[in-house]
């Protein structure tokens, strides 16, 4: 009988795409919480620019220190980390993307879903999601599956079959309310696999972004226990698993555990990778 968890040994990591242009800046830091023509978290894009269009000093000053200025709507935070010259090309961008276009009225159009029909790429989102910290990240990936990865605590929380995600009740309540998942769970995962062999394997995890490739799939990036780790999240070509393909520095051994608790068939137990094998390797999960 073969083992639930296959391990394969790559040649080489797999490289970060290329810098980030404006657009994919903008996709994974604000379209959380900003639509083009339509209020949603934040004002639209049409507003935005209303605002600063011939201000881009303002507007980079806004990003970096915003405060609190509408009654019933969250603060925005600070978008300082990505520094001055980034936050210029996002007011070139918004300015762009509002061109032509007028704020819809409340309640026409749909921002909040995507139907699983239209997704041709994986669509990567923050938002607050069950079971989860409110640092959720839900990727719709090419298929029927979908996942939640939880950047507090960098790692997978679980993966879901059907549709992806309903954000209504997040969006309409500013984010005081969690997106509901359009699917059923069919993995839960109670920790990270991975257990680097350094001298503090607890020590608090710490998120250090992703990076968006060309095939639309996002790679994590992340430090457990001194360790740093990025994790690529692929579908299985029959829809029956995922594959997750991670580098580390290769200086230490990993433990990899699976525990009771998962949702994968046969049996359960523990397995070393030496310090060479971890630059890079896949494990792959199948479900029952």
């Not at 303002?58 to 915003?66: D, G, N, Y």
């Not at 936050?87 to 159009?109: D, M, N, S």
């Not at 939880?150 to 969690?178: M, Q």
């Not at 696999?193 to 996002?218: H, M």
Request: net charge positive.
């Amino acid at each position: 009988m073969k083992h639930p968890l296959f391990l394969s040994v790559l040649l080489a990591a797999s490289p970060l795409c290329a810098a980030d242009t404006p657009a994919q800046v903008f996709q994974i830091q604000c379209a959380a919480c900003h639509a083009v023509d339509q209020m949603l978290v934040g004002p639209s894009l049409v507003e935005i620019a209303g605002i600063y269009r011939d201000r881009p000093d303002e507007f980079v000053k806004w990003c970096i220190a915003p405060q609190h200025k509408r009654e019933g709507v969250i603060e925005m935070p600070s978008m300082a980390h990505l520094g001055e010259p980034v936050l210029r090309q996002l007011h070139g961008y918004v300015i762009a993307a509002a061109a032509g276009k007028t704020e819809l009225k409340k309640g026409q159009g749909d921002p909040y879903s995507v139907p699983r029909a239209m997704v041709r790429r994986p669509q990567v989102q923050r938002i607050f999601l069950p079971d989860a910290s409110p640092a959720a990240i839900a990727v719709a990936l090419p298929g029927d599956l979908s996942f939640c990865f939880d950047a507090a605590e960098c790692r997978l929380r679980y993966v879901w079959k059907g549709g992806f995600i309903d954000g209504a009740p997040y969006w309409k309540a500013n984010g005081s309310s969690l997106a509901k998942l359009d699917g059923e769970v069919v993995y839960r995962e109670p920790s990270h696999p991975l257990t680097p062999g350094t001298d503090d394997p607890l020590a608090t995890p710490k998120f250090l972004g992703y990076r968006v490739g060309k095939d639309g799939l996002p790679t994590f990036r992340y430090r457990r226990g001194g360790v740093e780790f990025t994790e690529t999240i692929r579908p299985l070509p029959d829809g029956t698993g995922i594959e997750r393909a991670f580098t580390t520095e290769g200086k230490v051994a990993q433990m990899v555990t699976i525990g009771a608790e998962a949702s994968i068939s046969s049996s359960t137990g523990n397995f070393a990778i030496t310090a060479e094998q971890s630059k890079a390797f896949t494990l792959t999960f199948r479900w029952k």
